[in-house]
């Protein structure tokens, strides 16, 4: 089974030491490419590198996450999207607003927001989402650029079913990460994912974030990693009418979709609904 981390925050330090070893570990279980999360200036350029290394197994995003909004100044922008027309960089974000821990004020949080989804008019790249009880004023701005941007993931989807019916309305992918595996903050999402459509469904650790609690034997470290990426899939499927099998096709061949990725040789699956 082939799958794809659409969302790994490689740049964390705690993968300083062994990231070759990780992304080896990656490859024998099974992850065929990783796209590496950008969250502010100096994430986003080592992403970036990080992904002209390796570009057959690795890309990256760029882009400034809403707990730095208060600090992204104009030079920043001009940088990212320098970053952004290269071609490892394969969409904009993490953007968008998280008012559960309020790292940065709303204000700024908003307009660093807007300034990305006019990047994606301008530049044509997927999204890459990020939203945390912040709904409310997040979907408005989402529904006004929606028509003239390409798309883009809701990344570690968590919310509930009528947020994502609203997601799915604007034809914008759900991405899922190991919350699903925790049993008692993610029963909430274990009951409503099997609404997602087929093609509208990623796969994501989020690492070093996110370590899914199902794993046995439970690793030694609290670290994440891409490696563990098909235990998301497994608690996905067993949540959903569908096989391991299944999920690890469809959330691949979505993500070389929507990220447009350097991948070849996978047959083509249909993807009916
Ligand atoms: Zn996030």
Redesign the pocket.
Known sequence: MKFIDIGANLTHESFENDLDTVIKNAELAGIIHIIITGTDLSSSIKASNLAKSNSSYLSSTVGF?PHVADDVKESDFKIATELLELKNAVAIG?TGLDYNRRYSSKKAQLKVFEQHLELATDIQLPLFL?QRDAHSDFYPLLTKYRHKMLGGVV??FTANKEILDSYLDLDMHIGITGWICDERRGQGLQEIVHNIPKNRLLVET?SPYLLPRTLKPKPKSRRNEPKFLPEVAKSISEHSAKTLEEIAKISTQNAITLFNLPIGNLTPISLGD
Do not use: L, R
Request: glycine share 0%.
């Open positions: 996450h993490e990020h990344h570690c989020d």
